[in-house]
T-cell receptor
């Protein structure tokens, strides 16, 4: 089975940096996805980490530690449009079926 | 380039009625997934197809739920004898192969009265 844990809610200020953590326990693991989901919309792909370490993609970076079952999503220079839910999803060798509960981020002016 | 489409976008039905949703994946995507999502929760896996074969079905899925992908292209999800607890957003996603990211459709929001 799989167990995924994320904070339920986070609040940050426009222009700040925020780190959203995800811990997971899975029976098989190949990598980890992060998705963004705005209220009332479908999830959209942000990143996919296979190797340990930090991968940077513009204002968003994602980190993975396979040995610790831990990942985080780092958002820099926060903008109001970053207010959304952020979902982590371990990839069980292509069977990316289980999503975390999501972290609802509110960016305040 | 058309993304994943779902129809209808919204459905209101009375308890006990049957409903059917359709998903058209991105063309040439072999994998198609169905999820259910309730407010404040992540998507919950229901079932997935590799081409026309239904390879896995969640244990959470009661026998009132059935899905098909007859020609390996579009898929339908049917819920029989709907219950108020079925009210949720039903999301469809597709991916080209194993270990590829999933592209989600806009979802069908179901309300059972």
């Amino acid at each position: 089975g799989q167990n995924i844990d994320q904070p339920t809610e986070m609040t940050a200020t426009e222009g700040a940096i925020v780190q959203i953590n995800c811990t997971y326990q899975t029976s098989g693991f190949n990598g980890l996805f992060w998705y963004q989901q705005h209220a009332g919309e479908a999830p959209t792909f942000l990143s996919y980490n296979v190797l340990d370490g930090l991968e940077e993609k513009g204002r968003f970076s994602s980190f993975l530690s396979r040995s610790k079952g831990y990942s985080y999503l780092l958002l820099k220079e926060l903008q109001m449009k970053d207010s959304a839910s952020y979902l982590c999803a371990p990839d069980n060798y292509g069977q990316n079926f289980v999503f975390g509960p999501g972290t609802r981020l509110s960016v305040l002016p | 380039d058309t993304g994943v489409s779902q129809n209808p976008r919204h459905k209101i039905t009375k308890r006990g009625q049957n409903v059917t949703f359709r998903c058209d994946p991105i063309s040439e995507h072999n994998r198609l997934y169905w999820y259910r999502q309730t407010l404040g929760q992540g998507p919950e896996f229901l079932t997935y197809f590799q081409n026309e074969a239904q390879l896995e079905k969640s244990r959470l899925l009661s026998d009132r739920f059935s899905a098909e992908r007859p020609k390996g292209s579009f898929s339908t999800l049917e819920i029989q004898r709907t219950e108020q607890g079925d009210s949720a957003m039903y999301l469809c996603a597709s991916s080209p192969t194993v270990q590829e990211t999933q592209y989600f459709g806009p979802g069908t929001r179901l309300l059972v009265l």
